[in-house]
T-cell receptor, first 112, second 115 residues
Framework: DTGVSQDPRHKITKRGQNVTFRCDPISEHNRLYWYRQTLGQGPEFLTYFQNEAQLEKSRLLSDRFSAERPKGSFSTLEIQRTEQGDSAMYLC??????????FGPGTRLTVT | AQSVTQLDSQVPVFEEAPVELRCNYSSSVSVYLFWYVQYPNQGLQLLLKYLSGSTLVKGINGFEAEFNKSQTSFHLRKPSVHISDTAEYFCAVSDRYNQGGKLIFGQGTELSVKP
């Protein structure tokens, strides 16, 4: 299967800890997106990359959040000093030259 | 700024009945329109998209949607639903002039198909 993959699928952490998620896009896709989805809501945009360049960041992406895509392939999303309000599903998507976005299965974060 | 409103949070329907999931959007610029489906504990799958041309768009699994510019709507329809259509459905828009940019999603509609 050559779809978008995300790791881990589930993460439980204690408040105040740092967590890092990884997303591997479809291999030829140059754009990569991060979204956050809380229970009962639609996904909310966080940030996106074209190759290595981070082109847009949402106001939702506070100083505790950082995303990277160092070689234009996989991406990581780090949350520092997690808070209970960070509990959500974190979705990654990729696209080729602005075509439709293909989504991964998501990483479910629970902050206790 | 853009926003999407899905008018029904839950839609219960019996198997083989028709269904319509409603979506209205607000935008100061021209948009592309999408419908995605999400099964439990999975990511989103694209059902259909409107980019240009015919306002009636056909997608996968027998779904179709009609773009109505004057009413700023993009309602999703299926003439006969199956149990397997039970899922969460999301309407989304993106800025036509920033092709490949972010998607703005509605709150979702939970479709529940009963036997």
């Amino acid at each position: 299967d050559t779809g978008v993959s995300q790791d881990p699928r589930h993460k439980i952490t204690k408040r105040g800890q740092n967590v890092t998620f990884r997303c591997d896009p479809i291999s030829e896709h140059n754009r990569l997106y991060w979204y956050r989805q809380t229970l009962g809501q639609g996904p909310e945009f966080l940030t996106y990359f074209q190759n290595e360049a981070q082109l847009e960041k949402s106001r939702l992406l506070s100083d505790r959040f950082s995303a990277e895509r160092p070689k234009g392939s996989f991406s990581t999303l780090e949350i520092q000093r997690t808070e209970q309000g960070d509990s959500a599903m974190y979705l990654c998507a990729s696209s080729f030259r602005g075509s439709e976005q293909y989504f991964g299965p998501g990483t479910r974060l629970t902050v206790t | 700024a853009q926003s999407v409103t899905q008018l029904d949070s839950q839609v219960p329907v019996f198997e083989e009945a028709p269904v319509e999931l409603r979506c209205n959007y607000s935008s100061s610029v021209s948009v592309y329109l999408f419908w995605y489906v999400q099964y439990p504990n999975q990511g989103l799958q694209l059902l259909l998209k409107y980019l240009s041309g015919s306002t009636l768009v056909k997608g996968i699994n027998g779904f179709e949607a009609e773009f109505n510019k004057s009413q700023t709507s993009f309602h999703l329809r299926k003439p006969s639903v199956h149990i397997s259509d039970t899922a969460e459905y999301f309407c989304a828009v993106s800025d036509r002039y920033n092709q490949g940019g972010k998607l703005i999603f509605g709150q979702g509609t939970e479709l529940s198909v009963k036997p």
